[in-house]
């Protein structure tokens, strides 16, 4: 399980997200699938935390988007 986060040049935002599969999560925002971030095509990962479950992911998920 992972927690990443995204940045995009194009509108200059940040995206926080957890996920199983970093690489097609990633895809998927970059295709435009993703409707919250479809709109900063493209995406890069700045940061990307492995965790061990779900509850990991969301408790840091939640950390990080307070901050």
């Known amino acids: 399980m992972f927690v990443y986060i995204l940045f995009s040049e194009k509108s200059s935002r940040f995206y926080v997200g957890q996920t199983t599969d970093i690489v097609d999560r990633l895809e998927r925002h ?38």
């Open 30 to 67: 970059n295709s435009g699938r993703v409707q919250s971030t479809k709109h900063g095509l493209p995406w890069k990962i700045v940061l990307q935390v492995t965790v061990l479950n779900r509850s990991e992911a969301m408790l840091l998920e939640n950390k990080i988007k307070k901050r």
